[in-house]
């Protein structure tokens, strides 16, 4: 169960209006929540179609480029 406490810090972490009566679950946060999360997602995704040399150039590996693949898109 999510506390009111634990709510704000959510939101604030988030970059939402956690004061009382604003918009932490508005359609608007929502929507951008949902954008966010699609886009970590096809970025983590892209990492798997990225060759070796340039994982490498930016400083990661293919195992490092499919453990970020692997991760929930809420992480």
């Not at 999510?2 to 972490?13: L, Q, S």
């Not at 970590?40 to 179609?49: V, W």
Request: proline letters at 1%.
């Amino acid at each position: 169960m999510v506390t009111t406490d634990k709510a704000y810090r959510i939101a604030e972490d988030n970059e939402y209006d956690a004061s009382p009566g604003g918009s932490l679950f508005d359609a608007a946060s929502i929507l951008a929540l949902l954008k966010r999360q699609s886009e970590r997602r096809r970025s983590r995704m892209a990492l798997l179609e990225i060759g070796v040399d340039q994982l490498k150039d930016i400083g990661l590996s293919r195992s490092d480029a499919v453990r970020e693949a692997r991760r929930r898109f809420w992480d």
